[in-house]
């Protein structure tokens, strides 16, 4: 969340609940970054496109595990197509589930490949420093566009 706030985002899109319960929890103890609730992740993704494109700044979605997460890809596309720093934060079932066919169980990590510039992917929570860095960082110099992390912890 650090990472977020410290890189200008004002405010984080998406539908509370499932498997980023504990990263939305994080909200209500903050004042420095916001959490947008959306009817749809999919809105929640185009949200943040649009505010990327109206303010310049970098924006963020966030999407729960299988079909949430999904759910993203139309807006993460608009994003990158238009050019618009996005950071989409995609849960993931339990690493240790993965494989298995476990209850909405996705392979986001293909899909989410080909409208990002950078796609990352945190097994441990000693991760997150270094991937949401490398994301944002992404998201913000260079070619312009969506960066993708998910965690399966």
Known sequence: ????????????????????????????????????????????????????QLTGRLSACAGSCGPGNLHLINGLYDANRSRSPVVAI????????????????????????????YCGVVSEPGQVGSIMSIAIQSSLVGVVCPSWLYQGM
């Open 1 to 52: 969340m650090d990472y977020l706030v410290a890189s200008g985002v004002k405010c984080v899109y998406g539908i509370a609940g499932d498997s980023l319960n504990a990263f939305t929890e994080n909200f209500r103890r903050r004042t420095d970054i916001m959490w947008v609730n959306t009817r749809h992740e999919e809105a929640a993704a185009f949200a943040a496109g649009a505010e990327a």
């Open 90 to 117: 995609a849960s993931q079932i339990p690493s240790s589930e993965i494989g298995t066919n476990y209850f909405q169980e996705t392979h986001p990590e293909y899909l989410f490949r080909d409208c990002s510039v």
